[in-house]
T-cell receptor
Framework: EDKVVQSPLSLVVHEGDTVTLNCSYEVTNFRSLLWYKQEKKAPTFLFMLTSSGIEKKSGRLSSILDKKELFSILNITATQTGDSAIYLCAPFSGTYKYIFGTGTRLKVLA | DAGVTQSPTHLIKTRGQQVTLRCSPKSGHDTVSWYQQALGQGPQFIFQYYEEEERQRGNFPDRFSGHQFPNYSSELNVNALLLGDSALYLC??????????????FGAGTRLSVL
């Protein structure tokens, strides 16, 4: 059965800190993995990862995939209060659907 | 460029009733997926519609059904509502059906409360 585990479940940091969010997965015939940020309702797309070792970057956010060890990490540097949100990862399973983890709830204090 | 739109934003129903939720995909997209997100959980895949057919289904009972129209918009129907159906229902659109490299874009969801 497909499984996605995100850690930590929640995290409280101060502005300026760097955080690392983890996503481990076991899915049938893995093809790709998406990261989303969910602030209130609609998850917004951050990254798509398909190849191991290639870091994706967007401003202070970056992400990398390890297909051998079956995990991905999302890094946020110099955190801001606007980074407070739930971060979701979702690998694409060979059963032709995205499997979402429970998410990591990040709170950044001013 | 219109994003994914869902209606209504909130809905309150009682047990046993039926509900219909609606979704218009992002402009240019032809594939719609529906998710249920319970409080404190990640989105759970319900089903996906492409070319007006249900192409893939998650572990949800037959009380959950859907439809896709020729303009690619979609409806989610839930019959015989249970208290456990209370959740945020998210619609996501993409292009080209069941392809691993298709990015899904989400709407703001419909918050369903079953009393």
């Amino acid at each position: 059965e497909d499984k996605v585990v995100q850690s930590p479940l929640s995290l409280v940091v101060h502005e300026g800190d760097t955080v690392t969010l983890n996503c481990s997965y076991e899915v049938t015939n893995f093809r790709s993995l998406l990261w989303y940020k969910q602030e209130k309702k609609a998850p917004t797309f951050l990254f798509m990862l398909t190849s191991s070792g290639i870091e994706k970057k967007s401003g202070r956010l970056s992400s990398i995939l390890d297909k051998k060890e079956l995990f991905s990490i999302l890094n946020i540097t110099a955190t801001q209060t606007g980074d407070s949100a739930i971060y979701l990862c979702a690998p694409f399973s060979g059963t032709y659907k995205y499997i979402f983890g429970t998410g990591t709830r990040l709170k950044v204090l001013a | 460029d219109a994003g994914v739109t869902q209606s209504p934003t909130h809905l309150i129903k009682t047990r046993g009733q039926q509900v219909t939720l609606r979704c218009s995909p992002k402009s240019g997209h032809d594939t719609v997926s529906w998710y249920q997100q319970a409080l404190g959980q990640g989105p759970q895949f319900i089903f996906q519609y492409y070319e007006e057919e249900e192409r893939q289904r998650g572990n949800f009972p037959d009380r959950f059904s859907g439809h896709q129209f020729p303009n690619y918009s979609s409806e989610l129907n839930v019959n015989a509502l249970l208290l456990g159906d209370s959740a945020l229902y998210l619609c996501a659109s993409s292009l080209g059906g069941l392809i691993a490299k298709n990015i899904q874009y989400f709407g703001a969801g419909t918050r369903l409360s079953v009393l």
